[in-house]
């Protein structure tokens, strides 16, 4: 059985990470909010809930998630 090794340091990309990151958090948002859901953050060290409208604005959709004319 041969041993496996990690990527080296050097080999990772935390922009590329980053990215991914963002892109499945919007994913995700974009999901919930076509479903009607509301989705709950921190700010500012509050709970506050954030509405299907509020994530469609931003991301510069209209109300129904559709792209702004």
């Known amino acids: 059985m041969t041993e496996q090794t990690l ?3 050097d080999l990772i990309d935390p922009a590329a990470m980053d990215r991914a990151h ?3 958090a919007r994913v995700a948002l974009l999901e919930h909010a076509r479903m009607g859901r509301s989705v709950h953050e921190s700010r500012n060290g509050h709970i506050v809930e954030v509405t299907p409208a509020e994530i469609f604005a931003r991301y510069g959709l209209d109300e129904n998630g559709k792209p702004r004319p």
């Open 7 to 9: 990527p080296t340091a």
């Open 22 to 24: 963002e892109r499945a």
